[in-house]
């Protein structure tokens, strides 16, 4: 495994969690790291981007607003800052990483993934 998140565990709604992903220097390298999503009984979605210059980045609109994607370049890790969590946002979090020059929220397109860490929110 070469992506590992960690962060997740239990929030009330409007509170925060900060949710963090360990890669390899390799796949921290890739352009694109992305955060999904997928909660019980439905399919797996993408909900913010960042490119591997860290200063751009791409937020679906059902975070849009509040979660903030970043990267520490120094530890080699992606994080997703949750703030005013909604019931809503539970699920399963997962990181991925892809190469090509344009990223997207496609899963599809998304070659190396994490385990996820659950988040729940009540």
């Known amino acids: 495994v070469q992506l590992v998140e960690s962060g997740g565990g239990s929030v009330q709604a409007g509170g925060s969690l900060r949710l963090s992903c360990a890669s390899s220097?390799?796949?921290?390298?890739?352009?694109?790291l992305g955060w999904f999503r997928q909660a019980p009984g439905k399919e797996r979605e993408g909900i913010a981007y960042?490119?591997?210059?860290?200063?751009?980045?791409y937020y679906a609109d059902s975070v849009k607003g509040r979660f903030t994607i970043s990267r520490d370049n120094s530890l080699s890790r992606l994080l997703l800052r949750m703030s005013s969590p909604k019931p809503e946002d539970t699920g399963m979090y997962f990181c991925?990483?892809?190469?090509?020059?344009?990223?997207?929220?496609?899963?599809?397109?998304?070659?190396?993934w994490g385990q996820g860490t659950q988040v729940t929110v009540s």
């Open positions: 220097r390799y796949i921290y390298s890739r352009n694109c």
């Open positions: 991925a990483a892809r190469d090509g020059n344009s990223c997207s929220l496609e899963r599809n397109e998304y070659n190396y």
């Open positions: 960042i490119y591997s210059s860290g200063d751009s980045t």
